[in-house]
RNA sequence: GGGUUGCUAGCUCAAUGGUAGAGCAGCUGACUCUUAAUCAGUAGGUUCGGGGUUCGAGUCCCUGGCAACCCA
């Protein structure tokens, strides 16, 4: 290759690396993958790290551990390497008298960010610190690129999210958050799964994106020759399901919304939704009160919690505030009784900064109020009931007040984490509403629903009195790790594309 | 969408409009118990991109990009 054509990148750090990799390949395979480890850094700690001086030179048990060299502290002819694996990092003691001459000189021309094996005893170092004394000594893995410095390691977030892999090697607690992240997972499936749930898979491509009201991705499918839409809920398959007497089911996977990035939205993100059948809306606030409750305990040990710096009683009963109670008691100037009047509200709501179209009843604007004025404040867990059906287009009418849907949003550190509701299973009821979702659309609301014909059929089979929910994975997970933004809880956070 | 801040060596950071620097990492050498090892020497730059002002721009102005934070 010819100077001008080499990377920007190509810098002397990488080219002496790249130089080393070459005598490598010189002199055999330079990759090579017939080394098998026996153990892991974090066992040798736990079952030898009390051990005496004596003790461990009395044990002659051989090792073989493998993975990164995270620091060099050469001394002539003995050495000391810091080792790193999945399970944390443990020190090898490097002899030449032990490898020999030239085994030893080789191993000084490697470099931190390599990927080696080692095979030795155990010892203790003078300063008391467990160590392999490594008799066998193996490069694994050449790294062509230096990591970041030792002590202040990566903190540029920018890079951390765009090259995750190098956040890992270096960022201890990063792993940590994504090591409970998993932990959270399992624990809501095990709390399903004992409840007698039933996972399952629904499609992702979807030809009528529906169950939530959001800006669809729009994709093709070229055999078809038609337009598919990633979803943005798998409510309606699901619903179609409990149809099928699937009647306690859940799915946990990615719904796709087309909106903006910011520290709590990524245009990918999990979802769980799960439906019960011969339950209502109150079973499922009592079924997400313990789910959370325990999934706390089960993964932090507590249900008492700090985020961001505020302390969370997570084992205290939840607050349950209908939408109403919860608007009046924020803005103590209005009147309670006035607050199903159009008129009224909608001075209000401009008022308070939110932007009233024309075609908004009473329902909509009282739900603009309320994100206005409540729902940054519900830090404490807090249920808000009566969500109107003008904003509910799925969700089953209160019995008393056909106004209002039996429906739940579920708020913690001011932020909606979970959405449920009793469904809607009168059929001509959800076809009515379909059509008021497509009128809406008509008039300009590109977030507005489509009208599923196949859903109304299913519904007119007959589906069972149910109720259903989903909650916000990344958000739960934000909380129980003390996360700020929704980045820090995603592996591969979407990011724009690097500028070059 | 609006505002604020930031972008300089691989990483972490300096630099009144006046010669672009340090630590770590790297390279050469010394050192057989180090812990951010130590010691001596040495090399490393498209200052995010483009344009402008100026005798002179990392620094000031305009414009674009990316990121973080705040607001809606």
């Keep these: 290759m010819t100077e001008d054509q080499k990377p920007q990148d190509e810098n002397q750090l990488i080219v ?31 079952s030898f790290g009390e051990c005496t001086v004596e003790a461990l030179e009395a044990h002659e048990e051989v090792f073989r551990v493998a993975g990164r060299i995270m620091a060099k502290r050469g001394q002539g002819k003995v050495s000391f390497v810091e080792l790193m694996d999945s399970s944390g990092r443990i020190q090898l003691f490097v002899q030449i008298n032990a490898l020999g001459e030239a085994a030893y000189e080789a191993f000084k021309g490697w470099d931190i960010g390599d990927v080696v094996g080692a095979v030795g005893r155990l010892m203790k170092t003078k300063a008391g610190e467990l160590s392999l004394r490594v008799s066998e000594l193996r490069l694994l893995t050449k790294s062509l690129r230096p990591l970041p410095e030792k002590w202040s390691g990566l903190t540029d977030t920018e890079t951390r999210y765009r090259q995750r892999y190098l956040d890992l090697i270096v960022n201890p607690d990063v792993k940590a958050v994504f090591q409970k992240r998993t932990q959270i997972v399992r624990f809501i499936r095990q709390f399903l799964d004992t409840l007698g749930f039933q996972e399952v898979e629904t499609p992702m491509l979807q030809v009528i994106p529906g169950g939530a009201t959001a800006r669809p991705f729009v994709t093709h499918h070229n055999a078809l020759d038609r337009e598919l839409f990633l979803r943005i809920a798998p409510e309606l398959y699901l619903k179609r399901l409990v149809v099928g007497h699937f009647e306690k089911v859940y799915e946990i996977n990615r719904n796709f919304r087309n909106e903006g990035l910011s520290t709590r939205h990524n245009p990918e ?4 939704e799960f439906y019960q059948a011969y339950a209502d809306y109150r079973d499922l606030m009592d079924l997400t009160e313990n789910l959370i ?31 109403a109670e919860a608007v009046a008691k ?13 008129d009224y509200l909608r001075p209000i709501v401009k008022a308070k900064g939110g932007n009233p179209q024309p075609g908004y009843g009473a329902g909509r604007l009282l739900t603009e109020l309320f994100e206005a004025t409540v729902e940054a404040d519900l830090l404490d867990p807090t249920f808000i009931t009566e969500y109107p059906t003008e904003v509910s287009p799925l969700a089953r009418c209160n019995d008393a007040n056909p106004q209002v849907t039996d429906r739940f949003e579920f708020f913690l550190a001011g932020r909606e984490v979970a959405n449920g509701f009793s469904e809607l299973n009168d059929a001509d009821d ?71």
């Design 16 to 46: 002496v690396r790249r130089e080393k990799l070459e005598r490598l390949r010189a002199a055999g395979q330079a990759y090579p993958n017939d080394f098998r480890r026996d153990t892991l850094a974090e066992h040798l700690h736990g």
């Design 269 to 272: 993100f999990t979802m769980l």
């Design 293 to 323: 409750r325990d999934c706390a305990l089960s993964v932090n040990g507590s249900t008492q919690l700090r985020y961001q710096g505020r302390d969370y009683d997570l084992g205290r009963p939840f607050n349950r505030w209908t939408m």
């Design 330 to 342: 924020a803005n103590p100037e209005l009147d309670p009784s006035r607050l199903g009047d159009a």
């Design 430 to 500: 959800q076809a009515a509403r379909f059509k008021a979702q497509v009128d809406a659309k008509t008039a300009g609301d590109d977030e507005a629903m489509f009208f599923d014909a196949d859903y109304i059929r299913a519904l007119e089979y007959g589906l069972p009195p149910t109720a259903g929910e989903g909650i916000g994975i990344d958000r739960l997970v934000m909380f129980l790790t003390d996360c700020a933004s929704i980045r820090d809880v995603l592996l591969f956070p979407a990011m724009r594309p690097e500028s070059n």
